[in-house]
């Protein structure tokens, strides 16, 4: 007689009514289903069509708005006393007559324009505005930009468009949003910008004009997903993206919250714009919907009907152990047939795994718990030292003991160079980031955890890990941290940054060794890159008996650049500015407020050199410099360095710009031509002494005499700086020496390396980080 198994799969019997009820629910809902969809897909039509007229009406009008404007900036373009007067570079009395006639012709412009509210000219040459109200000279135009809450340069880089003729979106607040359709003149060969007409249009003015659409919404939107709202009922958490809006004449579903909106757009013939209409389903599916919330509530009720019976009597069958010790004691009362151990065997191993899972889980909660008490005690936010203790013992993860300890506190210097995240997309930097923590947690355990007692832990965006010295000395354990950070650096290229406290015997002085630690991680991000990867909290604090000698020697230095920029001795006050900033930066980990300070007081020595060189203030000057701005973006000494240089460098040629009322006035047409023409490869000192019909000679003495440098100094300048520009827009180093004016890119390195100490290549680099 065959033995019939008396165990029965919980999976099996939990399926086997999962799957009845199913069959009984489907074929309930079927017919209801079937008429739902045929009556939703006859309202999705007429919607379709409903929206697509609504849109051409919308079209129409938009676009007529977007071409009066364009046709008012292409009929300026070609105005003969516009083309003139943005060749100028200053104007004169009698370019009166022509700025007082094209004032006139932008006013009669605004009033044909009835939804415009200004009408401007931006000149570049002598960087001046015109608009149909009045004209803002050089020196006053911040007045103009200051009503846009922008500076004079943050206006300029505004409207700078890249091609001839295109729009900006200025926004002031919530609901203040102002659209500037921009129109750029040329010179005759289209490589200099000679001015800019830009037409600014309230949206406002454009959105009340529009009748408003009850539980919908409609939307202006470009190709920068950049939406704004029209008139309608405000649809609050809306996420557009201009890639959603493929085809026209469809109809899109949207979710947003708890509502669901159909929409649809049509494309502009301006610019690539899409109008969109969202109107909310509900208004066209709110008695489709009654039928709906039947359905979805026989479903709901059904399913649950089926998942509560079927896991209540697969639990109820489902008694492995009984099972197994019936088959057991009933074994002799059966035939002679060999018993299922397969079945048996499956058994056990469901609840093996059942266990193992159990195990995993509460060792992991044990773990999250242990570091908790640990955050809460280094962070402060517990004082209870036997929790601590005995929260540490508990947990078989962490083998730490209150004997010879070190905190090391363990950061990323840059991920962006790492191999993990080479080539990788930015929707998978998060995946990568957490790849990124698993290799470290794997290589620290292996190479430090594995020879030493401790633990290691995530920790406010750095890794804690606490290390017992045990039987071996600090410089053992300081070899096998570096050996680890090298093949972090060689297998990942990945750099890092280690902070290391002092070494302490109790958990009691835990909080103080990981303040230490976090002092060494500052420390390490002031300095950069001239910094070791690993250092101790002793290592950072130097001898303080030096630190007298290098104030005085700080405060002489300062006296000797306030006389030398007095005596407008300007190479050498440059020169022991940078010897200062060499000798005077403490590398100690206890006197970064000084180095802070004596940043300021360098900054403020600078000021005063000013005013001692001009008796009239120069608070205009000042502001435009931004220094408070500046210091607050330096980060670490490296960057500290380039701003004081930068910030000498614009207050050296400030004071050059304002010395040359004294200069001869052939000087400085001589900058302006080598600002003109500095992209020609021929241009050179002869070449210019001939434009003015001067000694050659006479001219390159009196430029050095009044300037500081020579004349191809200057040439070799202008051209730099243009080239700093290209190279921050990724441009190649070929392309950058053909468009400044050098024969090849050889000799653009060359020259960039004299002048600046690095080659073009490094310094986009730095650009980059």
């Not at 088959?327 to 079945?343: A, G, Q, T, V």
């Not at 958990?507 to 002092?519: D, I």
């Not at 003495?701 to 191809?712: D, V």
Request: charged share 25%.
């Amino acid at each position: 007689m065959r033995l019939r198994p008396i165990l029965r799969s919980k999976n099996r019997i939990f399926y086997s009514y999962l799957l009845s009820y199913l069959v009984i629910c489907i074929i309930s809902l079927g017919f209801s289903v079937f008429g739902y969809f045929n009556a939703e897909n006859l309202v999705r039509q007429e919607t379709l069509n409903s929206q697509t007229y609504m849109l051409s009406q919308l079209h129409n009008n938009f676009d007529s708005y977007i071409s009066a404007v364009m046709r008012a900036n292409q009929s300026l373009s070609g105005n003969e006393n516009l083309t003139y007067l943005a060749g100028k570079n200053y104007f004169f009395s009698q370019d009166l007559l022509r700025l007082k006639t094209l004032k006139g012709e932008l006013e009669n412009i605004k009033k044909s324009i009835d939804f415009c509210s200004d009408i401007a000219i931006y000149f570049y040459r002598n960087e001046s505005i015109l608009t149909a109200d009045r004209r803002y000279a050089p020196e006053i135009t911040y007045l103009y930009t200051d009503s846009f809450d922008l500076s004079e340069d943050s206006f300029v880089r505004f409207i700078d468009i890249p091609s001839a003729n295109g729009y900006r979106i200025m926004e002031n607040g919530d609901k203040d949003i102002t659209l500037f359709f921009i129109q750029n003149i040329y010179n005759y060969n289209y490589k200099n910008k000679l001015a800019s007409i830009y037409i600014t249009v309230p949206w406002k003015n454009i959105a009340d004009n529009i009748a408003a659409i009850e539980n919908g919404q409609i939307y202006w939107m470009n190709e920068s997903d950049k939406i704004l709202q029209g008139p309608g009922d405000s649809i609050p958490s809306i996420s557009l993206k201009y890639r959603d809006f493929k085809e026209e004449n469809q109809l899109i579903d949207i979710k947003t919250g708890t509502e669901t909106y159909m929409a649809s757009f049509k494309k502009s013939e301006f610019f690539n714009l899409k109008y969109i209409m969202l109107i909310q389903k509900n208004s066209y599916f709110r008695q489709i919907n009654y039928m709906k919330l039947i359905s979805i509530t026989q479903m709901i009720l059904a399913f649950t009907i089926v998942i509560a019976m079927s896991i209540y009597y697969a639990q109820k069958n489902y008694h492995p152990i009984s099972q197994i010790i019936s088959i057991f004691r009933n074994y002799n009362k059966l035939s002679d047939e060999p018993i299922n151990f397969d079945k048996i065997g499956k058994y056990l191993e469901n609840l093996l795994s059942e266990n193992r899972n159990l195990a995993n889980s509460w060792k992991n909660a044990k773990i999250e718990l242990s570091n908790q008490v640990l955050t809460g005690y280094i962070k402060g936010w517990s004082s209870d030292i036997e929790t601590l203790r005995e929260t540490i013992e508990s947990t078989e993860s962490i083998t730490l003991k209150e004997t010879d300890y070190i905190v090391f506190l363990v950061a990323y210097r840059d991920v962006s160079n790492c191999n993990l995240f080479k080539d990788i997309k930015p929707e998978k930097e998060a995946a990568s980031y957490e790849l990124l923590q698993y290799v470290f947690n794997d290589v620290f355990n292996e190479k430090i955890l594995s020879k030493y007692t401790g633990m290691l832990s995530y920790l406010a965006g750095t890794h804690l890990c606490i290390v017992n010295l045990g039987d071996k000395n600090e410089e053992s354990l300081t070899n096998d941290i570096k050996e680890c950070v090298n093949w972090y650096k060689s297998s990942l290229n990945l750099n890092l940054i280690i902070g290391a406290s002092n070494k302490y015997n109790s958990y009691e002085y835990l909080q103080k060794a990981y303040n230490e630690a976090s002092q060494v991680i500052s420390y390490q991000l002031f300095w950069g890159s001239s910094s070791e990867s690993l250092i101790f909290y002793d290592e950072a604090s130097s001898d303080t008996s030096a630190e007298s000698s290098s104030t005085i020697r700080f405060l002489d230095n300062e006296k000797k650049i306030h006389n030398f920029l007095v005596a407008k001795e300007y190479d050498k006050a440059y020169d022991l500015l940078i010897q200062t900033m060499e000798e005077s930066f403490i590398k100690d980990i206890n006197y970064m407020v000084i180095n802070q300070s004596r940043m300021y007081s360098l900054m403020n020595t600078l000021f005063s050199s000013i005013c001692d060189i001009f008796e009239k203030d120069n608070e205009e000057f000042i502001e435009k410099l931004r220094l408070m701005n500046r210091i607050l973006e330096t980060q670490s000494i490296e960057t500290a360095k380039e701003i004081i240089k930068e910030i000498f460098d614009d207050i050296v040629r400030y004071v050059n710009i304002s010395l040359s009322n004294e200069q001869p006035k052939w000087l400085n047409d001589i900058v302006d031509y080598v600002n003109e023409h500095y992209s020609e490869p021929n241009l050179n000192i002869s070449m210019i002494a001939d434009h003015i019909n001067m000694n050659l000679t006479y001219v390159g003495r009196t430029f050095k005499k009044y300037f500081g440098y020579s004349l191809t100094d200057y040439i070799h300048i202008q051209r730099l700086n243009q080239c700093k520009r290209l190279l921050a827009e990724n441009k190649s180093v070929r392309e950058v020496a053909e468009a400044v004016g050098y024969i090849d890119s050889k000799t653009l390195i060359r020259i960039f390396k004299k002048y600046e100490g690095v080659t073009p290549g490094q310094f986009r680099n730095l650009i980059s980080k």
